[in-house]
């Protein structure tokens, strides 16, 4: 088969074009950085990268639920700390009423003090925050602990946040659990404010008997308190090793990502050597061909 010129100079052509096209998209990887700078450079590459950056995307959406989380559960659990001050110098107060040595005078006084004590606890149980009721379930707008009688009007239902793909955690706690030991069913925690009337009542009457009944009572209060702390703090360690491992899988996918789409400078400042020294051999070669004389037509 006869190559003729018209052949030739086609395939040179073709050649110069393909150089050219190799030479810009490497022009453009040094420009830009990325190795991927349309769908079409690298279709399966493509398609990894927006499913991790998809992934990463929901792990900085985990973050920011881990954040928010933290914030209401550190106030949960200051909340639950003022609540044990309560308990604690109640408990210190109810000590010395019981005994026999104190006058009406200052049992009387001492009974002003737990109403006050009582105030307290139904204060911390209506703790707001970010303007929700954090004691008060899905009932969060309003004070879940009516203020003269202390009966707990919210609903014991917790509010969960995602901190994982699958993986929810709860930010709240049942205030009925924690003054009113209602909750959950069959439930044998003690009513704290139940048992501040019971004391005040006491002492009013200077039944000092009745105030050293409470005591157990009182011991049970802190019990009750101090296990709502403990659950609320093995959910902040959960949420601090959930944002470790969230931190890590984000980590990882950066560095995946970079090595599907960052160009190595380097390879591509060579590669980028190699194309130009073809399109002048490329160039050369065509040049040879445009010399062709009539009588070699005519051979």
Do not use: C, W
């Amino acid at each position: 088969m006869r190559v003729t010129q018209n052949t030739s100079a086609n395939q040179v052509l073709a050649s110069l074009q393909t150089i050219l096209k190799r030479q810009q998209m490497l022009q453009q990887q040094a420009a830009t950085g990325v190795k991927i700078n349309n769908p079409g450079d690298d279709p399966v590459a493509t398609q990894q990268v927006l499913h991790l950056k998809s992934l990463s995307a929901a792990g900085d959406q985990f973050t920011r639920n881990i954040t928010n989380a933290t914030s209401t559960l550190t106030v949960v659990e200051s909340a639950m700390s003022s609540m044990g001050d309560v308990l604690v110098r109640a408990k210190e107060l109810a000590i010395a009423m019981s005994n026999d040595t104190y006058n009406a005078e200052s049992q009387a006084a001492a009974a002003k003090e737990f109403d006050q004590l009582r105030s307290q606890v139904i204060s911390v149980g209506n703790t707001e925050f970010n303007g929700k009721f954090i004691f008060g379930g899905f009932k969060n707008d309003t004070a879940p602990f009516d203020l003269t009688t202390g009966a707990f009007n919210g609903t014991n239902d917790e509010t969960k946040v995602e901190i994982a793909r699958g993986s929810f955690l709860s930010t709240s706690y049942s205030g009925e659990t924690l003054v009113s030991g209602g909750s959950p069913p069959g439930s044998t925690g003690v009513n704290i404010v139940g048992i501040f009337d019971n004391i005040a009542t006491a002492l009013a009457s200077n039944n000092s008997a009745g105030v050293r009944a409470e005591l157990e009572n009182l011991d049970a209060a802190q019990a009750q308190v101090m296990a709502g702390r403990a659950e609320i703090g093995s959910r902040m360690n959960r949420l601090t090793s959930a944002n470790s491992v969230n931190d890590d899988m984000k980590l990882s996918i950066t560095q995946v990502v970079a090595g599907l789409q960052d160009v190595d400078y380097a390879q591509v400042l060579s590669d980028l050597t190699k194309q130009q020294n073809a399109f002048q051999t490329a160039v050369a070669a065509s040049a040879k061909i445009s010399q062709i004389s009539l009588l070699d037509y005519l051979r």
